[in-house]
């Protein structure tokens, strides 16, 4: 059924977790940590690896000198997690505060000799930080931070001022193409809305819509790269943060009465809009199959759909082909059973077991790590796609951080749960970096956008308009319906 984002009242079946994964329980104390030096990767000075230590441990971890660099793995999962308990801009500051100590960049003159050799070191912390999450340095502080700490050891080495200039020239790029997709996001959700909008003050029966998807598009192999076109483009967009950001709460060691994000509906824009276009895609789907008034052309277009969800779970489109299953599961289509029972309903029955939540979508959850192990070893990017079912990736994270608390008894940071986030968007991050293989279709995408589809309540007059209501429950409903859209008009 069509989703909404983060709600506790969505979610029935905790999921997602590792089998490995200790959750604290209430009032159970944790071993101390040890609390001297870095170490390699999620792992402190002893070489043990870290289930939990205090924030500041963790931000010592992070920080890079001439002998250590931090394991990529350790950088993704900290610049990921700590958002949670410290502001980014006031991260940044503190990596800097302990670079500027460490390594004396406010003596003068500098020792040279330390300097280019811990030099390339900070600068590929500050490289993978602008490339990961882009988003952090939309604060100005950000970028402030970045150009003080280079601006310190620039003077031992002429490169790191060019090193300075691409990093923030590819920053530019990246934070406009943000923008622009963000722009056109909402763009393509205005102009779907108005158009939608349009079709409440219908008489009897809803008006006939100009074109449908069949006349559009009458190859399901099409249909499904184009949806698969829309997918990807909404995956480009989702940053890491925003699967953080989803959930955050304020952190309970926290002295301020604001939690780390204030503007909290815009650090998870995109990942909001993915979710409305999987609700779009479940109404358009259930649109066409209401709207023709002939039985047997409803049949042709449940077949139609059909093979189009087929071809998505060929790609491995599963976000597209569960949008679909979920349109035609819809109350208003599937009570018509006089045009099911003109329907080859096989392969239907067939995608439906694939998706069937029993055992937590344990068909779907091995389809999906067969598609993910076909991506590994694939060849083209036409064997790298992997889109999965998306509201079922937010329940795992939302279990995962509902079920495991973010700091224990102690104080400590339960740093165990966010290397199992870090893995579980750290995979998302992979699939959503492969460039779709497929031709654009304008018109097709086009439609997908902006075709006019019904509110729940069109789609119910529409489907007893086509097969009359078949209790007194449904007579009333579409009693009350004409009513009130003949009030309307």
């Known amino acids: 059924m069509p989703q909404t984002v983060c709600s506790g009242t969505m979610f029935t079946t905790p999921s997602g977790f590792s089998p490995h994964l200790a959750c604290a329980e209430p ?64 991260l940044l500051a503190r990596v800097c505060e302990l670079c500027i100590k460490q390594q004396q960049l406010d003596q003068s003159p500098l020792d040279t000799a330390k300097v280019r050799k811990f ?26 931070h970045l150009k003080d700490i280079i601006h310190r050891i620039a003077p031992c080495d002429e490169e790191y001022w060019k090193t300075l200039n691409q990093v923030l020239q590819k920053l530019s790029q990246r934070l406009a193409l943000m923008s622009q997709g963000e722009e056109s996001i909402v763009k393509v959700s205005l102009n779907a809305s108005s158009i939608s909008d349009k079709l409440v003050a219908f008489k009897t029966k809803p008006p006939p819509i100009q074109k449908d998807m069949l006349s559009i598009c009458n190859d399901p192999y099409t249909l499904a790269q184009q949806l698969t076109h829309v997918e990807l483009e909404h995956l480009s967009h989702i940053g890491p943060e925003e699967f953080v950001q989803a959930f955050v709460q304020k ?13 909290q509906k815009k650090k998870t824009s995109n990942l909001e809009a993915y979710v409305r276009w999987f609700n779009r895609l479940c109404y358009l789907v259930a649109t066409e199959i209401c709207m023709p008034a002939k039985k047997k052309q409803r049949a042709l277009v449940i077949e139609f759909f059909i093979d189009v969800a087929r071809e998505c779970f060929n790609i491995g489109n599963f976000n597209s082909l569960m949008a679909i ?165």
């Open 251 to 263: 952190d309970p060691l926290d002295g301020t009465q604001q939690p780390c994000f204030s503007d």
């Open 27 to 90: 009032g159970e104390e944790e071993e101390e940590a040890p609390q001297e030096g870095p170490g390699p990767g999620a792992c402190l000075a002893d070489g043990n690896p870290i289930t939990s230590a205090s924030l500041d441990t963790l931000i010592q971890n992070l920080v890079p000198t001439a002998d250590y660099y931090p394991e990529k793995a350790y950088v993704f999962t900290f610049l990921l997690s700590a958002r949670l308990f410290i502001p980014p801009p006031e």
């Open 325 to 489: 299953i979920s349109g035609m599961n819809m109350s208003p289509v599937s009570r018509l059973k006089k045009t099911w029972g003109k329907t080859k309903t096989a392969k239907f029955f067939i995608l439906e077991h694939q998706m069937d939540p029993t055992g937590n979508f344990y068909n779907y959850r091995t389809a999906l790590r067969g598609a993910a192990h076909r991506s590994q070893t694939a060849n083209s990017n036409r064997e790298r796609i992997v889109i999965p079912f998306f509201s079922l990736l937010i329940k795992d994270i939302y279990f995962l951080n509902e079920g495991c608390a973010n700091r224990l008894p102690n104080g400590h940071v339960n740093f165990e749960k966010f290397v199992e986030l870090a893995r579980q968007v750290g995979e998302f991050m992979t699939w959503k970096q492969v460039e779709c293989p497929f031709e654009e279709d304008r018109a097709i995408l086009h439609y997908l956008h902006t075709a006019p589809i019904f509110s729940e309540d069109g789609l119910y007059l529409a489907s007893y308009e086509s097969e009359s209501p078949e209790n007194q429950v449904e007579k009333d409903r579409w009693k009350a319906l004409r009513s009130n859209v003949l009030g309307k008009t």
């Open 119 to 144: 030099g390339p070191k900070i600068l590929q912390l500050l490289t993978e930080w602008t490339e990961t999450f882009p988003s952090d340095f939309r604060d100005e502080k950000m970028v402030g």
